[in-house]
């Protein structure tokens, strides 16, 4: 009686899980237009002037030309662990494009375990987040050389916007 | 009887526990980013051995777990040990204003000092049950009060966190597999970017 009652409620849990598995796999396969709204700036339009500034700030003149990567991660997000585990160890290809991080308001030893990344990195108090709308993270997202919006994300696959 | 169905389920709850810290340990494993989790984020140190660190936790809770299913007199207080030493290991997380511990595969994450100490506190209180009196049988009578338990456990975290004037109140909030998303408040205060009227360029 015990065993079977074991493997029944086994058997439950496993469904669940695998339901939830489903669900999931299915709002990702979602064109990102149908999904709910995951923030960031408007595709095709001209990036936060704040943004830019910051951006010429951190990278200067590499991203002329060639446009430039901004993530926005926090400190407790998996998948931005996941995300800057990637990019540190040098994973992921991103076609030569200089890639930008932005933190928000960062603790004293996430600030500095970002700078080990050598990757350039902005210290946000809030209000990058506020004009780029960033209600997900990690947000990847691409700008141009004109300074447009050309792609964003929500994914821990930097090199899936690149 | 109710007292050793008690003790039952407060057995069942300690192993879902560790199973859910075990799963979290795992996936980060995995993705091999330990060296970014909040908790190895504390120290240089830590964060130099994270992949080490964790492996060893990891191994460790598996052992708690085996110990609590088959041998509990051992398992309890291995069980309560643990929840000590984690205790011990994730309090610099909150007083660094990390804003969460990113513990127990966030569903019974704590988001301040405060909820981290209550929930450990009837962890281990918890352990000291099942190590006096733990039950020979694994009987399944337990079951519905280890799950009462977890579903107390976690209203108990969460009435913690939510205390008015907890910096958790401001924290962002778990989008399950998919990163962070904003609370609706913030969603709501978020106003759409202006665009740069000059067209800004890099």
Known sequence: VIVNEVLQWTVLVVLTLLTLGVLRQVSLMLPSTVRGDEGGPSTGRHAP??????????????????????????????????????VSAGRQKLNGQPLVLVAQRPSDQFRTALEETRIPMIADEGDLWHDCRVASTPLVVRIDEKGRTAMKEVTHRVDAVA | MLTMSVVEGARWALTAVFVLSAVEKGQTLWARSAAWHPLMLVSPTRRRYATALMSAALIADLAVIVL???????????????????TWLALPVHSRGAGSCRC???????????????????????????????????????????????????????????????????????????????????????????PSPRGGTL
Do not use: M
């Open chain 1, 49 to 86: 002037a704040r943004l830019l500034r910051e951006l010429e700030g951190a990278v200067g003149d590499a991203a002329r030309g060639r446009g430039v990567l901004v993530a926005f991660v926090t400190e407790n997000c998996v998948a931005c662990q996941r995300l800057l585990a990637d």
């Open chain 2, 104 to 194: 127990l595969w966030k569903l019974l994450d704590s988001k301040t000092r405060l909820a981290l100490l209550g929930r450990n506190v009837v962890l281990f209180a918890l352990a000291l049950a099942v190590t006096l009196s733990w039950s020979s049988t694994a009987g399944v009578a337990g079951f519905a009060y280890g799950a009462g338990l977890l579903v107390g456990l976690a209203a108990l975290v969460a009435g913690l966190d939510a205390r008015p004037g907890s910096p958790a109140t401001t924290q962002r909030q778990a989008s399950p597999g998919r990163g962070e998303r904003a609370s609706g408040d913030e969603l709501a205060d978020a106003a759409y970017a202006t």
């Open chain 2, 68 to 86: 609590l299913a088959v041998l509990p007199a051992i398992g309890g207080p291995a069980a309560g040990a643990l929840v000590a030493a984690y």
